[in-house]
């Protein structure tokens, strides 16, 4: 019989890898799956809340009851804030940093999370997911902060994400490639099921949310072209596959190759960045990309690159098999010239106003 390696035990092995290391991080991360075994707890009851008779929000066990991703923000809040490892955290639910409890010890890591992301599909049953990504605090002082939090990507220490689908799994890279485990719920581990995961050479799927294609610049609409083998050299096309929760959306491209992208456009939203919050989506995944061999580009560079100005900023997001991202960022270089121009320009006004 194969070894069967709990993520507990996949993580102090990498730890052994760093004779320096005190621990801290590791622990974090093992916080961070337990959160996740009890925000996937609810997320398979959420359906049954109205069936078991709650009622005044309360549930049959006398909680009080919470939306899921307010219960999921809370969950991670509390997992870690007491633990001694963390100088602040940020969240997506949240609008400022949050400090750690005036009454715990403060440490050199910031956890940045978005506790339930893909919100529209948590009602209808559909996979959604957790996201984190960990920054070493770069700051003086035991506090954290904005600073520690607003590092560029390509310092990340480690980031991951849980998709709670058919079955639960967390996947994480702390810089030594990216490693998949997927929840046993009998006896409530997550078990090594994916290891040193690497975006397949030939990609599968595209991903895009095509109902607003209007709204898409030229550039983009050529590049869509292409994969569907349209325009250009008249490749085989891809399928397409679009869930609407990013963290099952990239989970199955990076499984199975292809290109997720949610562009940024001038006309639907006010500011031509897109959708993607830097902090809480773009920076984790594109971190992991990287790690499995891929590549994320906000249209014109390396999302890794890019040095933040604000906790909720957004970025054009382009991510997948490292071909058909550069492949974008061609078409945009060719066909977006006025695109380009406004997001560079909003971008530098960002930096501006951020000082
Ligand atoms: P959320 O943070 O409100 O959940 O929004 C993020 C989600 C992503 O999971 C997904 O990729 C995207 O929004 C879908 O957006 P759209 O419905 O516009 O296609
Ligand atoms: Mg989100």
């Not at 292409?226 to 397409?240: D, F, K, N, S, Y």
């Not at 560079?301 to 906790?311: A, K, R």
């Amino acid at each position: 019989m194969a070894p069967i390696i709990t993520i507990e035990r996949h993580i102090l092995d990498q730890q052994r890898l760093y004779p320096d290391s005190t621990g801290a991080f590791s622990q974090m991360l093992y916080d961070i799956a337990l959160s996740a075994k009890i925000i996937a707890r609810e997320t398979t009851r959420a359906g049954l809340v109205g069936i078991l008779g709650a009622s005044d929000d309360h549930n049959v066990y006398g909680e009080q009851q919470q939306k899921l991703d307010l219960f999921a923000n809370d969950m991670i809040f509390k997992m870690n804030d007491h633990t001694g490892r963390l100088c602040a955290m940020a969240s997506e639910e949240n609008d400022t940093l949050i400090p750690i409890p005036a009454q715990f010890k403060t440490g050199k890591y910031v956890l940045l999370y978005d506790p339930l992301d893909g919100s529209s599909n948590i009602d209808v049953n559909v996979s959604i997911g957790t996201i984190f990504s960990v920054h070493r605090k770069i700051s003086k002082g035991d506090q954290g902060t904005l600073e520690d939090a607003l590092q560029p990507g390509r310092r990340l220490a480690a980031a991951g994400y849980v998709v709670y689908g058919s079955s639960t799994m967390m996947v994480y890279s702390a810089g030594n490639g990216v490693h998949g485990f997927t929840l046993d719920p009998s006896v409530g581990e997550f078990l090594l099921s994916h290891e040193n995961i690497r975006v397949p050479n030939t990609a599968k799927y595209y991903s895009a949310n095509q109902g607003y294609e209007k709204y898409w610049t030229p550039g983009v609409r050529r590049f869509t072209k292409w994969l569907q083998g349209i325009e250009g050299e008249g490749r085989e096309p891809l399928a397409h596959r679009y869930i609407g929760s990013l963290v099952a959306d990239f989970h199955r491209n990076l499984l199975r190759g292809g290109i997720f992208y949610y562009p940024g456009d001038m006309q639907k939203r006010t500011e031509p960045a897109g959708k993607m919050r830097l902090m809480f989506e773009a920076q984790a995944l594109a971190f992991l990309a990287d790690q499995a061999g891929g590549y994320a580009s906000d249209g014109v560079g390396n999302i890794l690159d890019i040095q933040p100005h604000d906790l909720h900023q957004r970025v054009p997001m382009f991510i997948g098999n490292r071909d058909l991202v550069v492949t974008a960022e061609t078409y945009i270089r060719n066909y977006d010239q006025d695109w380009v121009k406004a997001y560079t320009a909003f971008r530098e006004k960002q930096a501006v106003f951020s000082g």
